[in-house]
């Protein structure tokens, strides 16, 4: 289980329809609904600024948040929908979806790699590239795990670790159907340079000799 699923405080909204949305916003709100999850439709509000900041950070729609609304029980929800202003295209309505336990959601998911240090490529000079921080796995609402552990201790130089020789937490599964890379262990840039320089040397005697038969 996920150590924090972050806070999303909203406050519930009295009045439903176009003219209640409206004062919302001159109350310096965004209006929302939660629905699903067996219950009845919550109409709610969510300071602009609060919400700016979050679309801002990334990732507002694929997170899981924990919704706190005064006087009712703390729920995890997703976010289906924020619309927006097709001018100015700042927040105006949001849509969250209350999760069960049981509930299939997509969330990005950190991933860490532990024993690069020591490796054989470590020990060579090499470094570990990381092209995926994070990966986007189906889980389950109720078991989201809090990272994805990769084992790098056995690393060579060149060696390259891709989503399917990673043991994926149970139940968990990658949204991409290919094989895309997480990280690679590069040659150091020196190393790197001399291999050129050795290629450079290993064509200059065969222009030569192409050269010469000329």
């Not at 999850?37 to 924990?66: Q, S």
């Not at 969330?107 to 570990?128: A, H, T």
Request: with cysteine.
């Amino acid at each position: 289980m996920a150590g924090e699923i972050p806070d999303l405080v909203a406050h519930a909204r009295t009045g439903t329809g176009k003219g209640a949305a409206r004062q919302s916003r001159r109350n310096g709100m965004v209006p929302g609904v939660v629905y699903g999850g067996g219950a009845d439709p919550l109409p709610i509000e969510i300071p602009f600024n609060e919400l700016l900041a979050k679309l801002k950070a990334g990732r507002f729609r694929a997170t899981l948040w924990n919704l706190k609304v005064e006087g009712q029980e703390d729920v995890r929800v997703i976010c289906r929908d924020v619309q927006r202003d097709v001018v100015k295209d700042l927040p105006t309505h949001l849509d969250l979806m209350r999760l069960r336990r049981t509930s299939k959601v997509n969330l990005y998911i950190p991933v860490v790699f532990e024993g690069v240090d020591g490796s054989p490529g470590d020990k060579k000079g090499g470094v570990l590239t990381v092209v995926r921080p994070e990966v986007e796995l189906r889980v389950t609402a109720g078991d989201i795990p809090e990272q994805v552990t990769v084992d790098c201790s056995k690393l060579e130089l060149g060696d390259t670790i891709t989503i399917s020789s990673v043991d994926l937490p149970a139940g968990a599964k990658p949204t991409i159907d290919r094989d895309f890379v997480l990280a690679n262990m590069q040659a150091p840039s020196g190393l790197a340079s001399q291999s050129d320089d050795d290629e450079d040397e290993a064509e200059a005697p065969e222009a030569a000799a192409e050269a010469s038969d000329d």
